[in-house]
């Protein structure tokens, strides 16, 4: 699904976009697309922690650990503090 934003910005600034994004064969709408996808992709804290948590998960499965093991440890950690 396709989803439309509107912003306001000021004339000179869109102009030299516009001449910049052309530098590169692309157009406006292009371009932001471009950069938005570049900052979500940046700063998605959400991605970087499952792919972080999808590391650790498979270093554990390759050392033979269960999930089993990793919650029993998580459990003895809490009790601890």
């Given amino acids: 699904m396709v989803s439309q934003v509107l ?3 000021d004339k000179e600034l869109k102009n030299k976009f516009q001449r910049l994004s052309r530098t590169e064969q692309k157009s406006i ?3 932001v697309r471009e950069l938005m996808a570049e900052y979500v ?3 998605d804290v959400e ?3 499952k792919s972080l948590w999808d590391e650790i998960g498979e270093s554990l ?3 033979g650990y269960k999930a089993s093991d ?3 440890t998580i459990k ?4 601890d503090r």
């Avoid at 003895?76 to 009790?79: A, H, L, N, Q």
Wanted: charged share 55%; aromatic share 0%.
């Fill in 7 to 9: 912003i306001r910005v």
């Fill in 29 to 31: 709408n292009e371009k």
């Fill in 41 to 43: 992709k940046e700063h």
């Fill in 47 to 49: 991605a970087a922690m």
């Fill in 61 to 63: 499965r390759k050392k």
């Fill in 70 to 72: 990793v919650n029993r």
């Fill in 76 to 79: 003895e950690v809490r009790r």
